[in-house]
């Protein structure tokens, strides 16, 4: 068991089951790059709706609503909450059980970076479809294809309000008097690709939130409203659908360059803004205060930045980067786990089976102790996702909150485990000669594994 592979199980994984420390002790760079061959949805997530199918039901919704049907209005709300529990247990019970922990990082650190939020009601239905169809296709892809699939997702299309952007000079401007809505281009030059200070103006703003007017969801709902778009034209798939009437006729020019009219150029947009210089500093940048620290080393920054660049995005090349930066490696833990993280990290650290997934009930009190602790999954209070420094998780009140779940989570697992022996698989040569007093001098195995849980080095990654 050596520093290297406690440090690739828990900086760079969910936290250590039981084992996991020695099995990445072996090789602990290859057991990381190795973690992207099985398939990109996992069997835990088999048989939730596709992102089409919840659109359907969110236009027949709309539909009851123009009707004043309540009892289907009623049906919609309760339909909504069951869809967002059973993403949530999927998504817990994947966390706790995974042999690819790198890659669940992975796909949760991209789903921090494109952002949709329950903040935003309508798209409590739509979050758990968002990471599984337009993040894990793409997390060990191309950056341009993961933009792509991200911008055209109906989540992000509500939760930015480009479903409702009409282009001014479009036929449907014209003839409704709505017009722009800009969040979604500033949002994507701010967050999503160039970043502050990428070197975008306003005008870059209003250019593409125009190039990406008719970019919608799916509103046909009925068989005759499906012919009615096909005949109007307009690209159409999982829920969502370019709308040529509201697309903003003409030339726009975006940093320099000029794109026509028409759904195409909005693609192009995308893949240009994808593989711009000032993205791969911009992606570089979070990457590696992710992996290596609050405030990462300009050199390790520039690696990062570097493979991105010259790879045009290839994500695995930004990954190999990563892992095999010398400060990836730093044997000081530089980050704090979030409350996801952490209760993660426990569960898995005590051998958590999760065969049957988290009952609703068992997710209802996950999600009820992350969001006591500061993080209510998929409620990012805005498009900049949480935080990932260390000064956005260890405010008292959060920190009383993770001494108190951890006093609860060593009642209920403390009688099937050796704290010790979890201990030391859990942190491996982490572990403290401080931490390790006190279990052993704990009234009692429960005592022993909430001071685990509780311990200044399990709080840390």
Not at 71 to 79: E, R
Not at 255 to 267: F, M, R, S, W
Not at 371 to 396: N, V
Not at 423 to 434: T, V
Request: net charge neutral; aromatic share 8%; charged share 25%.
């Amino acid at each position: 068991m050596t520093r290297e592979g406690a440090i690739a199980v828990n900086r760079f994984g969910l936290g250590a089951k039981p084992g996991e420390i020695e099995q990445a002790s072996q090789n602990p760079k290859n057991w990381l790059l190795n973690q992207f061959r099985g398939p990109a949805l996992p069997a835990r997530f088999s048989g939730l709706s596709t992102t089409g199918e919840l659109v359907s039901t969110l236009v027949q919704k709309r539909l009851a609503r123009q009707a004043k049907d309540r009892d289907a209005i009623k049906q919609f709300a309760m339909q909504a909450r069951e869809t967002f529990l059973k993403e949530m247990a999927a998504r817990f019970a994947h966390g706790f059980e995974t042999e690819e922990p790198f890659r669940e990082r992975l796909v949760r650190f991209w789903s921090n970076h494109f952002v949709v939020s329950i903040q935003k009601p309508q798209c409590a239905y739509f979050v758990g479809a968002f990471e599984r169809e337009a993040i894990r296709p793409h997390v060990a892809g191309n950056f341009a294809d993961m933009v792509l699939a991200v911008e055209r997702h109906p989540a992000m299309q509500l939760y930015l309000d480009n479903a409702q952007s009409i282009g001014p000079d479009s036929v449907a401007g014209m003839m409704t008097g709505k017009g722009l809505n800009e969040n979604l281009g500033r949002e994507i030059l701010e967050l999503h690709t160039l970043g502050v200070g990428g070197g975008y103006s306003q005008t870059d703003v209003i250019a593409l939130a125009k190039i990406l007017t008719g970019w919608s969801i799916d509103r046909s709902a009925r068989p005759l409203q499906r012919l009615v778009r096909a005949a109007m034209g307009g690209e159409a798939e999982n829920g969502f659908r370019f709308y040529p009437p509201r697309h903003e006729p003409g030339e726009k020019s975006l940093l320099g360059k000029t794109y026509p009219a028409g759904y195409q150029a909005g693609q192009q947009a995308l893949r240009d803004l994808a593989i711009h210089p000032a993205t791969s500093r911009h992606i570089a940048e979070k990457l590696a205060t992710h992996f290596i620290g609050d405030q990462p080393p300009n050199e390790s920054v520039r690696r990062i930045e570097a493979a991105f660049r010259e790879s045009g995005g290839e994500l695995m090349k930004v990954y190999e980067a990563i892992v095999v930066d010398p400060e990836s490696w730093n044997p000081k833990s530089a980050k704090f786990r979030s409350p996801v993280e952490f209760i993660t990290a426990a569960i898995r650290a005590a051998g958590g089976n999760m065969a049957a997934g988290p009952d609703q009930q068992g997710v209802i009190a996950l999600i009820q102790s992350a969001r006591a602790m500061g993080e209510m999954p998929f409620a990012a209070p805005s498009p900049k996702g949480w935080p990932d420094s260390e000064s956005g998780w260890t405010g008292s009140e959060a920190i009383l909150q993770r001494v108190e779940w951890s006093n609860a989570a060593g009642e209920r697992l403390g009688t099937a485990a050796d704290p010790m022996r979890v201990a030391e698989a859990a942190l491996g040569p982490f572990l403290s000669d401080d931490t390790r007093d006190a279990i052993r001098r704990a009234a009692s195995p429960a005592q022993a594994l909430a001071l685990l849980f509780a311990s200044p080095e399990f709080q840390r990654r």
